[in-house]
């Protein structure tokens, strides 16, 4: 079996991640004990998280790199964690810069994406300063090479209200990537 280079892992691992899919999302409300889903302080209620995350799926589709960076503060953060064929790579990535570079060159790296199945829910804080979208996906992937893998992930977005709108300040994404056997032809 062949290694996959960490640089491609990442790449290709983030298609598990936040930002690179969304389209036919079950959305579900699945409080823990610890939050509320009473209409938050800072203006951020349901209805305008899922407004941005329907927009974001929409860039998403397009592969509009600008319109998904609108969405993350200057100072936001992701944390990307792959893990496929027993190695495991994490990648922090700060500023609306350096989301702007992984960006071009996962889609670069990414010949076709279908998503399989899809769940997200969405909590706030008790503060409700934050809102929380945690988003599990499987998706079938298509490397630039024609090498098909398999992934899976979830995804944590934290929104905040900021200039008054839902703004990304950071994004957990932990993931795993299997390559799928090719299929022989008789």
Known sequence: MKKISPLNLVALGFLSSCLLTLPNAVQA??????????????GLTEANVLKAMEKITEAEKKEDINTLLS?????GVTE?????QGNSVTRN????????TML?????????REVLNERQTIRFT???QLAIVTRTTIKN?????????ISGGIDTLRFAWIDNQPKLVSIKS?????????TSKK
């Not at 409080?31 to 009473?38: E, F, G, Q, V």
């Not at 060159?105 to 010949?111: A, F, G, L």
């Open 126 to 128: 008790p503060d409700g």
């Open 174 to 182: 932990q993931g795993w990537l299997e390559e799928r056997p090719q």
């Open 141 to 149: 992937v298509v490397g630039e090479d024609g090498k098909q893998f």
């Open 80 to 84: 990307i964690t792959v893990e496929s």
């Open 29 to 42: 409300i699945d409080p823990p004990a610890n939050t509320s889903l009473s209409q938050p302080k800072s």
């Open 71 to 75: 969405f993350l503060v200057p100072y």
């Open 104 to 112: 071009e060159n996962t889609y670069q790296r990414v010949k076709n």
């Open 93 to 100: 990535i700060e500023g609306i810069e350096a989301h702007r």
